[in-house]
């Protein structure tokens, strides 16, 4: 089982819809989840990050985290051109491996204008 | 100069060739590492160095050789790689409190070997 298991998509969303995206991870004791996003060519970027149970909200963006169903989830409103870009999520694992980031395959999202 | 900043940004190596990718960072951070990132596959971890002190490897091939000097500088060595080597080569650096923060990456060098 991986790690971390994304949908690789593509996930197309007309311009101005929510885009929904998905992570699971395997390991149950992991303490910290990420979302980066990454243009074509580009480094990833962070965009969120979240520590705890619930929903955490930065502008258009919102994660959602459910650590019973090891489960994380990236919403994106009011979906733009700009939005259009792969979006990885990455988790921590438990201790003693909780000094790295494992990463999942990554979400690619394409709006449509 | 902020970030994570990586030179070169683009190198074309031959099979015979040495040469070394470098890393820097001005966050401030104490850990940081090299990422392999190949085509339609997951980031891989190759080194996390921890305090200057290397944490882990991932059974990375031996013509992959890293050097941390001090916290704010990494490289990576390269000698005799092999066409599947060619990547997008990430360095990223965090501040690592008993549980990691935030991961920030540099531009990352596009390595092809030929």
């Known amino acids: 089982q991986k790690e971390v298991e994304q949908n690789s998509g593509p996930l197309s969303v007309p311009e101005g819809a929510i885009a929904s995206l998905n992570c699971t991870y395997s390991?149950?004791?992991?303490?910290?989840f990420f979302w980066y996003r990454q243009y074509s060519g580009k480094s990833p970027e962070l965009i969120m990050s979240i520590y705890s149970n619930g929903d955490k909200e930065d502008g258009r963006f919102t994660a959602q985290l459910n650590k019973a169903s090891q489960y994380v989830s990236l919403l994106i409103r009011d979906s733009q051109p700009s939005d259009s870009a792969t979006y990885l999520c990455?988790?921590?694992?438990?201790?003693?491996?909780?000094?790295?980031?494992?990463f999942g395959a990554g979400t690619t999202v394409t709006v449509r204008a | 100069e902020t970030g994570v900043t990586q030179t070169p940004r683009h190198l074309v190596m031959g099979m015979t060739n040495k040469k070394s990718l470098k890393c820097e960072q001005h966050?401030?951070?104490?850990?940081m590492y090299w990422y392999k990132q190949s085509a339609k596959k997951p980031l891989e971890l190759m080194f996390v160095y921890s305090l200057e002190e290397r944490v882990e490897n991932n059974s990375v091939p031996s013509r992959f050789s890293p050097e941390c000097p001090n916290s704010s500088h990494l490289f990576l060595h390269l000698h005799t790689l092999q066409p599947e080597d060619s990547a997008l080569y990430l360095c990223?650096?965090?501040?690592?409190?008993?549980?990691?923060?935030?991961?920030?990456f540099g531009q990352g060098t596009r390595l092809t070997v030929v």
């Open positions: 966050l401030g951070h104490n850990a």
């Open positions: 390991d149950r004791g992991s303490q910290s």
């Open positions: 990455a988790v921590t694992p438990e201790p003693p491996n909780d000094y790295k980031l494992s």
């Open positions: 990223a650096s965090s501040q690592e409190q008993g549980v990691i923060t935030e991961a920030f």
